[in-house]
């Protein structure tokens, strides 16, 4: 059945470490996001693709960097230069077909980052 | 400067009654509204959405109020239930920003049985 995968649910980054989440959308959809969430807070825009091969930054970019080969798949590395990653990542993808009314953004399950 | 405010941190509610979560925004520029559901280590689903061309959209027990003129939209949950105890985010996109979705800090909100 279709939808968003993440891997791994939890991971571990030693000091200096860069580490890549993976995400996996299966949905055929076009966009793909990485947002970042701190406790108590909201999700934070952190890099989106709209298209193969093409990425923009989000609201949070730094020390954080993607790649989007294919359509189904958008990794996120944290490097060495984020301070502060301890946080909660999700991906998300949606359709991009141009109509007024947006489309929805759908979530994986997310991938809990901690620093050891 | 939080462009999509949710002011309450928190809700508690008696299972039954009627939930109301609330929402504002101050970029006129966002025309198209969501609200996502999120349980503890999971990520947020769709719940419900309305476009700035209606103040009402229903779904069920779940109905969406867009006050564009006082920049404001609330979710009514009615009855409540024990299952819908969760972080309630509303998000909000512009049109001349794609499909970014700009996200409140969210609401938890807890239905007591």
């Given at each position: 059945d279709g939808g968003i995968t993440q891997s791994p649910k939890y991971l571990f980054r030693k000091e200096g470490q860069n580490v890549t989440l993976s995400c996996e959308q299966n949905l055929n959809h076009d966009a793909m996001y990485w947002y970042r969430?701190?406790?108590?807070?909201?999700?934070r825009l952190i890099y989106y693709s709209q298209?193969?091969?093409?990425?923009?930054?989000?609201?949070?970019?730094?020390?954080?960097s993607v790649s989007r080969?294919?359509?189904?798949?958008?990794?996120?590395?944290?490097?060495?230069?984020?301070?502060?990653?301890?946080?909660f990542y999700l991906c998300a993808s949606s359709i991009l077909d141009g109509s007024p009314q947006r489309?929805?953004?759908?979530?994986?399950?997310?991938?809990r980052l901690l620093v050891l | 400067d939080q462009q999509v405010k949710q002011n309450s941190p928190s809700l508690s509610v008696q299972e039954g009654r009627i939930s109301i979560l609330n929402c504002d925004y101050t970029n006129s520029m966002f025309d198209y509204f969501l609200w996502y559901k999120k349980y503890p280590a999971e990520g947020p689903t769709f719940l419900i959405s309305i476009?700035?061309?209606?103040d009402k959209n229903e779904d069920g027990r779940f109905t969406v109020f867009l006050n564009k003129s006082a920049k404001h939209l609330s979710l009514h949950i009615v009855p409540s239930q024990p299952g819908d105890s969760a972080v309630y985010f509303c998000a909000a996109s512009a049109n001349n920003a794609g499909n970014m979705l700009t996200f409140g800090g969210g609401?938890?909100?807890?239905?007591?049985?």
């Amino acid at each position: 059945d279709g939808g968003i995968t993440q891997s791994p649910k939890y991971l571990f980054r030693k000091e200096g470490q860069n580490v890549t989440l993976s995400c996996e959308q299966n949905l055929n959809h076009d966009a793909m996001y990485w947002y970042r969430q701190d406790p108590g807070q909201g999700l934070r825009l952190i890099y989106y693709s709209q298209i193969v091969n093409d990425f923009q930054k989000g609201d949070i970019a730094e020390g954080y960097s993607v790649s989007r080969e294919k359509k189904e798949s958008f990794p996120l590395t944290v490097t060495s230069a984020q301070k502060n990653p301890t946080a909660f990542y999700l991906c998300a993808s949606s359709i991009l077909d141009g109509s007024p009314q947006r489309e929805t953004q759908y979530f994986g399950p997310g991938t809990r980052l901690l620093v050891l | 400067d939080q462009q999509v405010k949710q002011n309450s941190p928190s809700l508690s509610v008696q299972e039954g009654r009627i939930s109301i979560l609330n929402c504002d925004y101050t970029n006129s520029m966002f025309d198209y509204f969501l609200w996502y559901k999120k349980y503890p280590a999971e990520g947020p689903t769709f719940l419900i959405s309305i476009s700035s061309i209606k103040d009402k959209n229903e779904d069920g027990r779940f109905t969406v109020f867009l006050n564009k003129s006082a920049k404001h939209l609330s979710l009514h949950i009615v009855p409540s239930q024990p299952g819908d105890s969760a972080v309630y985010f509303c998000a909000a996109s512009a049109n001349n920003a794609g499909n970014m979705l700009t996200f409140g800090g969210g609401t938890r909100l807890m239905v007591k049985p």
